[in-house]
């Protein structure tokens, strides 16, 4: 299995980016994928994940409302819509996915097995 994160540059305050997490080797029909991000200096942090099952979709508070998490099964894709960009969402971005995670974990990196090799957002003022 292995994902490919993309998307990722420099982009001014209140802009907007998208960024993939292609995923190879097993389709994506359960479990969850999550994007979670770690800024220079900072521990890594959670921000959005997506269930297979329902597509049901949950947000860290700093980022709901402005960034939207969505797939295209035909791709085996996982999309982060970003919108309204603050300095604070500068970090590298990482895509992460598990088949078998439960709902009490979906905001756990350490629950997730696999993940991408991360795409770096930077949001100039």
């Known amino acids: 299995v292995q994902l490919q994160a993309s998307g990722g540059g420099l982009v001014q305050v209140g802009g907007s980016l998208r960024l993939s997490c292609a995923v190879s080797?097993?389709?994506?029909?359960?479990?969850?994928v999550a994007w979670f991000r770690q800024a220079p200096g900072k521990e890594r942090e959670f921000v959005a994940a997506?269930?297979?099952?329902?597509?049901?979709?949950y947000y860290a508070d700093s980022v709901e409302g402005r960034f939207t998490i969505s797939r295209d099964n035909a791709k085996n894709t996982v999309y982060l819509q970003m919108n309204s960009l603050k300095p604070d969402d500068t970090a590298v971005y990482y895509c992460?996915?598990?088949?078998?995670?439960?709902?009490?974990?979906?905001?756990?990196?350490?629950?997730?097995?696999?993940w991408g090799q991360g795409t770096l957002v930077t949001v100039s003022s």
């Open positions: 992460a996915a598990d088949w078998n995670i439960i709902l009490s974990d979906i905001r756990r990196g350490d629950a997730y097995d696999y």
């Open positions: 080797g097993r389709t994506f029909n359960s479990g969850a």
């Open positions: 997506l269930r297979r099952s329902g597509g049901y979709t």
